[in-house]
């Protein structure tokens, strides 16, 4: 099959959750003797020089990119308020971009056109209009279930009327899209059953994220026990809302335990609250070169999300590595996980530091969990059969 996938951001380097899931499908496709081309957007948050990019990796998808600003312009999301269209998606549309896929569909023809992610839907009627291919929406959250969840815990009035304006105006656009695709790959049973009770008619499946067996790392033993550690970019809303709220809640009340105890914080984009902070024992890692040698350095992984929705990669990464994850049940979705066996799941104060008190007074308790977390993921993420499933997809819809 030839595929296009239009992605929302560049997948390589496939560092992050969003290019690491869209990394997965793309070599995954082109594994299986597809035929893959890739047109990314470029964004001032998050750029990639498409000619620095690994020469093979650039032949195999024939990348191309358009840079869209997608700075937040104060003018316009006031004007928003007063109209009924998503401010989240309208910044996604323009010309520019139009004109390089018509400038594709024109030149090449394509069995299959992947949207990755919502944000680039608003190009549906160009693709109708320019190519016959079958349109598939891979689903990496639901979005506004994101920006639901941020408005409630958000306590701040002004700020909280806003939120809950971008998330009914973006719920709006993504319900009224639903059957305008040919199918919808969810990356959870449980979006694809949100999808169905909401009005979704059209053909939909579930593809998770997965890891190719070959990649699962080996487990390290020389790892620093006891230790806590974090990995994610907190450019995201939830992962610094979520971290905010392990430090201010839950950290005094285990570091009074244990006061050797260090918290490692990786990832990119700290912000600036954080780094000037001073919480005793909390280490401000930052971007790290090599994100699999960092978490096979650590203990326990702390994912305390309070908002979100998908599937969250650098969990499926941790328990690949054999490590304990402590997260809460919304940071957990979507993975088939059972607490207490493969991870630990965690949603109010007293919760996590019980759970974090049980972690570091027995290492094999830990190292139980982990091993437990590492077979789950080789049973039921493997890429592999991820793949022959999407494909199998686009042939029931084509």
Known sequence: MKILLLCNKSPYPPKEGGPIAMNSIIEGLINANNQVKV?????NKYFTDIEKIPSDYRKKTNIEAVYIDLSIKPLDAFFNLFT?????????ITKDFENKLIEILKNEKFDIIQFETLYI????????KYSKAKIVLRSHNIEHLIWERVALSCKNPLKHFYLQHLSKTLKNYEISMLNKY????????????YFRNVGCTIPITDIPFGIEPEKIPDVKED????????IGAMNWMPNE??????????????????????FYLAGKFMPEWLLNSNYINVKIIGEVENAQEFINSKAVMIVPLLSGSGIRIK????????????????GAEGINYENGKNILIANTPYEFSEAVKKCVRDQDYCNMIG???RILIKNEYNNNKIIKKLMNFYKEIL
């Not at 790892?223 to 550690?229: A, G, I, N, Q």
């Open 223 to 230: 790892y620093e026990f006891p230790s806590l550690f974090y």
């Open 121 to 128: 839907t608003p190009y549906i009627k160009t693709i109708r």
């Open 84 to 92: 009924n269209k998503s401010y989240h998606v309208e910044r996604f």
């Open 182 to 193: 040919d199918g919808i790959a969810t990356i959870t049973k449980n979006d694809a059953e």
């Open 315 to 330: 969990i499926i990464e941790g328990m690949a590595s054999g490590k304990t994850v402590i997260s809460t049940k919304i």
């Open 241 to 262: 809302e979520g971290i905010k709220w392990f430090l201010e809640n839950v950290w005094y009340k285990i570091h009074l335990v244990f006061p050797a105890l260090k």
């Open 39 to 43: 047109l990314a957007i470029n964004t």
């Open 371 to 373: 091993r437990n977390a």
